[in-house]
C-alpha cells in the first residue's frame, strides 16, 4: 500500500526523490575509531557476512521500487540515514538491481561515535554533483559535554540541469526524552535556515529539499521551525495519524519522523524547472511484519540482539516531481 498526499493525473517526465533510514547498515568488519563492535560476526548481533549482503539485497530491491503508482524510474535523488562508511555504500550501489542503474553516492564520516552517517545516493543519468560538505551541529548536552551528534550533508547540484540545495538530515535522538532533547533538533533546523540565508545572498527563490529522520513529527516545534521561518512546505504533515500511520513505531504509537520539505519554488511550470506533484510513505506490504502483535509495522533488521532478517525499523518516503518541458 502506498499512501499518496495528493497526485495529479498528468505525469510527463516524472521523477523521484527519497528517503530511508536503513537501519544500522553496518559492514562486518570491526572498525576502532567507532562503537561498531555488536555488528561483527562475534558480536552480539553476530553479524556476518551472509546477514550484511541479505540486507543489501534487500534494500536494493526496495530502492528501485520507492516511488508511487507508475513512476518511470527508480529514484533519482535518494537521502540515506544509519550507513557506516563509503565501503557499505558501495557495496548498497554495486548490489542488483541497482547496480546497472548508474548510483553515484556522497558521504562524509561524522562524529557520531556509532558512527552511522548521512549519505546521498543519486543516478548519475540525471543528478550532477556540483559541490558537498557536511554541516557541523554542534550542540551540548545538559551537563555541558558535546553531544557528538551526525553531521547535517549539503550537496549543491544540478537535477536535469535546474540547480538545487539538499540537506540530509540524522537529527539528535529523544533518548533523554523528547523535551528535554527538543533544543538539539530546533539548532539543527536553525542550521539549516542559516545556511540557506547565505545561499539566498546569491540566488533568488532557490530550490531546497530537505529531508532526513528528525526524530520529530510535523508537528513538532523543530520542523515547524522549518516551515514557518524556513519558509518550506512540508507535504507529509497530513500523512500523519499516531494511530494508524507513520514511518515508524514506538509504544504501538506511529511516528512520521522522516519527512521531505521542499521551498516554494517547486511550484512553478516553467520551462526546464521542476513542480512538485505528490508525496507519501512507501510502505509496500514486503516491508511489513506479516502476522501478530506488530502485524503491518516495519519489518526489522534485529529488535534488539534478535535477529528478524527484515529491512529497517522505518519505512522510506517519498516525493515526486515533474519536469516541465
Known sequence: MRIPFFKKKSKKQQYTVAFYNVENLFDPRRNSKILDSDYTPNGVKKWTLERYQRKLRKLAKTMVNIGDDGHPYPPAILGLAEAENNQVLKDLVDTDPLYDLGYGFVHFDSPDERG??????????FFNVLHAEPLALLVDNAGGIRDTTRDILYIKGEFNNELMHIF???WPSRREGDVATAYKRIAAAEEIIARMEIIKQTEQDPNVIVMGDFNDDPSSESVQVLKNKGGLFNPMESLHIPNSQGTSIYNMKWNLFDQILISSSFF??????????????????????????FKGTPYRTFVSHKYMGGYSDHFPVYAMFTFNT
Open 268 to 293: 512553478n511550470y516553467g520551462k526546464g524547472t521542476h513542480s512538485f506533484d505528490n508525496a507519501g510513505i512507501y510502505n509496500h506490504k514486503s516491508l511489513m511484519e506479516k502476522k501478530g502483535k
Open 116 to 125: 552511522i552517517d548521512t549519505a546521498l545516493i543519486y543516478r548519475k543519468k
Open 168 to 170: 540530509i538530515n540524522h
